[in-house]
Nanobody
Framework: VQLQASGGGLVQAGGSLRLSCAAS????????MAWFRQGPGKEREFVAS??????????AYADSVKGRFTISRNAAKTTAFLQMNSLKPENTAVYFC????????????????????WGQGTLVTVSS
């Protein structure tokens, strides 16, 4: 499985961007996809996740992005999206997508080692 992240770029504070993460090689009947980010001089951190099993889908967000970012996926279960609104300069980072088969329990969503597949990252720069 390969993950391809795209959609990053330069945006002014208050603006919006939509990131995409496309999985090639398989789709996940049950799965978890997530976004992490690494800002300048910072450690990589969890941003948001979406997980699904059967007809059940759940999302989770870091507190810092709740109400501004929305994660979703396509019906084919191959692509995850991150809609980012009201962007702030502190959101500047390389955004990475991650995925795994199976419905990850909530206590493990932020654990990077629980994800089997990672994309290459896409740079988001928010100017003030």
């Amino acid at each position: 499985v390969q993950l391809q992240a795209s959609g990053g770029g330069l945006v002014q504070a208050g603006g919006s961007l939509r990131l995409s993460c496309a999985a090639s090689g398989r789709s996940f009947s049950d799965g978890t996809m997530a976004w992490f980010r690494q800002g300048p001089g910072k450690e990589r951190e969890f941003v948001a996740s979406i997980r699904w099993s059967g007809g059940n889908t759940n999302t989770a967000y870091a507190d810092s992005v709740k109400g501004r970012f929305t994660i979703s996926r396509n019906a084919a279960k191959t692509t995850a999206f991150l809609q980012m609104n009201s962007l702030k300069p502190e959101n500047t980072a390389v955004y990475f997508c991650a995925a795994r088969g199976g419905y990850l329990i909530s206590s493990r969503l932020r654990v990077e080692s629980d994800y089997n597949y990672w994309g290459q990252g896409t740079l988001v720069t928010v100017s003030s």
